[in-house]
């Protein structure tokens, strides 16, 4: 006759060693998620060094260290063993894939800054294939592009002008938007001058054109603002009535910047003693400076 308790023994046994193996998958994926998941691994070997500092306090401190770092199942197994025997891993073991910042910046996830297709990115990352770490590891954690790497592609762009010697590039090369190109158009540049109280109008035909025709930031200083005669010859302006004349070599004296057009009061401040003649006429009505021939009050 078999025992009454055998066979709750029996279902007890079953029931604990259920238990066990539940236990045990819980607490193996648990295991798996710290390893996978968890920058508390990371931390074990790295809390005192200054790129987990600079990640703690930057801008992907919510990112998890494995979302960015991936490791092949061998430096896993190797890191695992390591982490068991409460050693450092030995050599490299977590490098950053090429796919890791698309990931999130190429998703079209409205919780990241979405770069796909923005100028400056389209440019460097679909255009030349350059990765991303590149530019944005050089800070260590901290992600966000120093100057000193744009310089290594291209080496001689340092700032002439003093006031702007100290901005980033992208002060001025705007990355993020869709517009063609990195060059600054009028509206990069105003963005900034606009918000300084600085306010360059311009009028007539020239209201077309882009700052950096005349403005060259990158030129060694002293050179950074376009000589006139670098678009306006000099054999062109000796075709150009008073322009011929020696006297009238400083074009700023009459032509004020961003405006141009040089009126009665540019002549006045060298011809004051001749305003009585003028009637009231405006000086150019007589005195031509687009090529008619020179009056005869200015011989040649």
């Known amino acids: 006759m078999r025992r009454p308790w055998s066979r709750n023994a029996k279902t007890l046994a079953g029931g604990l060693a259920g238990l066990a193996v539940f236990a045990l998958v819980m607490g193996a994926l648990r295991f798996k998620r710290y390893v ?29 260290c494995q979302k960015c770092h991936h490791s092949t199942p061998e430096q896993g197994l190797a890191m695992l063993r390591s982490f068991l025997a409460g050693k450092k891993p030995k050599g490299k073991h977590a490098d950053v894939e090429v796919g890791a910042c698309a990931s999130c910046h190429f998703s079209h996830d409205p919780r990241w800054p979405q770069v796909g297709g923005s100028r400056g990115h389209r440019i460097h990352v679909e255009e030349k294939k350059i990765a991303c770490v590149r530019c944005h590891a050089a800070s260590m954690h901290g992600f966000e ?27 001025c090369h705007e990355f993020l ?67 011929a004349k020696a006297v009238h070599g400083r074009c700023l004296d009459c032509h004020r910047p961003h405006v141009w057009t040089a009126d009665a009061t540019g002549c006045a401040r060298c011809h004051a003693q001749a305003s009585a003649h003028a009637g009231g006429k405006d000086c150019l009505a007589c005195h031509s400076f687009q090529g008619a021939p020179l009056p005869r009050l200015y011989p040649p």
């Open 36 to 64: 996978d998941e968890d920058p508390r691994l990371c931390a074990t070997c790295h809390r005192a060094s200054p790129e987990f500092a600079l990640w703690m306090g930057g801008s992907h401190r919510a990112v998890s």
């Open 145 to 171: 592009p120093v100057a000193s790497k744009c310089q290594e592609c291209h080496p001689g762009h340092s700032v002439g002008v003093e006031k702007m010697a100290g901005l980033h590039c992208f002060a």
């Open 177 to 243: 938007t869709d517009e063609p190109g990195l060059r600054p158009t009028r509206r990069d540049c105003m963005r900034c001058h606009t918000a300084q109280g600085i306010h360059a109008p311009m009028s007539g035909s020239e209201a077309k054109m882009e700052c950096a025709t005349c403005h060259k930031p990158h030129r060694p200083k002293g050179q950074t603002l376009a000589a006139c005669g670098e678009c306006h010859t000099k054999e062109a302006m000796a075709k150009g009535g008073l322009h």
